[in-house]
């Protein structure tokens, strides 16, 4: 009988220790059910609101039409929600729209433009199928009626500075031909003769007013979503951290009047790797540099040793 007794109250305390067990787990599993539902409704999307009205290169214009209203929330909800996009897009801004800026201003386009080369190439040096190269997608004809040098040893294309100016160059005609950046920043997806013939054929002055091809129907409304949630971030749900933002390069510029015969050689004489210089100035794609009728070429290296980290070096 005792043996029955010990084997009977054992059996109880096991009992007992299992459902204290389970108990405890299910407190942790209401808990952890808590948790992701905290975090859930912390992540719900939130559809951007359209504004009344934007503002573009000192320009208004309003949206309550019901046309351009849906055309520009489309292009809101498309980037806000393309968010390794759009993240990459504001990493990099940090890096290059100060000296982007500092030109427009020097050239008198207005800043907003700056949007146009983040929808052309999302601050890259990209190319295009159709072999338009480099942040303003410059097809080969046009950069060199531009006089950015194209051939086997030097793409001017991908020289930050150079086809900026070569885009407020284009971006400046334009405006000064259609009296209006919507027009103009239109125009340098269709071109000008593009532009101008279907404001003749359709009868309007306006770019709001006009049939266009898809692409170009929704190039202006990307440039203004873009520069919308560009600028107020936060408002979109974009928190980035300072830290994680892409720092400018710090540089120095080094000036070359005579020919290069070996760049490798040359890179190792300044203390860095052709990667570097490379990294530095995606506009030389050759071994060697040739300079042109007695040209001063410019090219950027690291601004003191302690910088070579920054690039890999």
């Known amino acids: 009988m005792k043996n029955i007794f010990w084997v009977l109250a054992l059996c109880n305390l096991m009992l007992s220790a299992c459902s204290e067990s389970k108990l405890e787990k299910s407190d942790q599993q209401v808990e952890k059910e808590k948790t992701i539902t905290n975090t859930a409704s912390k992540n719900v999307f939130v559809v951007p609101e359209v504004p009344d009205s934007i503002q573009f290169a000192n320009e208004w214009f309003s949206l309550t039409d019901l046309d351009l209203k849906e055309r520009f929330d489309r292009e809101l909800i498309v980037n806000n929600f393309w968010h390794s996009n759009t993240i990459l897009y504001l990493k990099r801004a940090n890096r290059w729209f100060p000296l982007m800026s500092e030109i427009l201003k020097e050239e008198g386009i207005p800043e907003d433009m700056l949007y146009l080369a983040v929808i052309e190439s999302g601050l890259t040096q990209a190319t295009s199928p159709s072999g338009a190269k480099g942040f303003w997608q410059f097809m080969e004809p046009t950069a ?15 020289n930050i500075e150079k086809s900026t100016r070569a885009a407020c160059k284009y971006l400046k005609s334009a405006y000064q031909k259609f009296g209006t950046w919507f027009l103009a920043a239109a125009s340098y997806n269709m071109g000008k003769g593009g532009v101008q013939s279907n404001l003749d054929r359709q009868g309007v002055d306006s770019y709001f007013d006009l049939s266009l091809n898809s692409e170009t129907a929704r190039y202006v409304f990307r ?81 003191n040793n302690e910088q070579l980290s920054t690039f890999g070096g």
């Open 144 to 158: 060199r009626d531009y006089n950015l040098r194209v051939d086997h040893e030097v793409d001017e294309r991908l």
């Open 223 to 303: 440039i203004l979503a873009v520069k919308e949630i560009m600028n107020n971030p936060k408002k979109f749900g974009f928190e980035i951290d300072a830290h994680q933002l892409y720092s400018p390069y710090k540089t120095r510029k080094v000036k070359v009047e005579n020919s290069i015969g070996n760049l490798y050689e040359w890179s190792l004489e300044q203390g860095v790797t052709i990667k570097i210089v490379r990294k530095l100035n995606p506009w030389i794609s050759g071994s060697e540099l040739t300079l042109i009728s007695n040209q001063t070429i410019e090219i950027e290296l690291p601004k």
